[in-house]
């Protein structure tokens, strides 16, 4: 979908001469890009999980109260996958920091449960600057604790199947034709 069709959820679309959903008749995938048609699937699922919960907002330069909550939504997913035997690694509070964030290098899932950021200030130059998600700053470290959309579409997710980001102000911005 381009555009504003990329709000819609092709879920809802409904038929009324038949009486029944779209989804119903037909198979919908979501294209992000021409290439995803090109990709082949991988018969080996990758049964690695790296799930973030409730950083700790301390030592970064935006205020931002805790997430207790994301903290359990986070223990919960550990749970789920755990129990399915993934290899699971689940980071809280001083250990879910950008740094390690930034060491991923193709996990089969990635959960990220904290505080989303968006300036939607024109005058910046770069929009890939303007957001980005909140997480916590090691002392000794040269991140910030804020992992602007720019480094985050730097990460090594090539392979990931799956990235949620359960955070506020997510898909926010200005809608584009041509955007993709």
């Given at each position: 979908p381009d555009g504003i069709f990329h709000k819609i959820n092709p879920a809802i679309l409904f038929d009324s001469d038949r009486g029944s959903f779209v989804i119903d008749?037909?198979?919908?995938?979501?294209?992000?890009s021409a290439r995803d048609i090109l990709r082949?699937?991988?018969?080996?699922?990758n049964r690695s999980a790296r799930i973030f919960g409730n950083p700790d907002f301390k030592n970064v330069s935006l205020t931002a109260p805790q997430l207790p909550g994301a903290e359990r939504e986070a223990e919960d997913i550990y749970e789920i996958l755990n129990r399915r035997r993934w290899d699971t690694e689940v980071y809280f509070f001083d250990k879910a920091t950008e740094s390690r964030v930034k060491e991923l290098d193709n996990p089969g899932i990635v959960h990220i449960a904290t505080h989303g950021?968006?300036?939607?200030?024109?005058?910046?130059?770069?929009?890939?600057?303007?957001?980005?998600?909140?997480?916590?700053k090691?002392?000794?470290s040269i991140n910030d604790g804020l992992l602007?959309?720019?480094?985050?579409?730097?990460?090594?997710?090539?392979?990931?199947?799956?990235?949620?980001?359960?955070?506020?102000?997510?898909?926010?911005?200005?809608?584009?034709?041509?955007?993709?």
């Open positions: 008749r037909y198979d919908i995938n979501h294209l992000t082949k699937e991988s018969a080996d699922l950021y968006f300036n939607d200030d024109p005058e910046l130059a770069n929009p890939l600057y303007s957001s980005g998600l909140i997480l916590s090691n002392e000794h602007s959309s720019y480094e985050a579409m730097n990460l090594i997710l090539d392979r990931t199947k799956l990235v949620v980001l359960a955070a506020c102000e997510t898909g926010l911005g200005k809608i584009e034709n041509g955007e993709g």
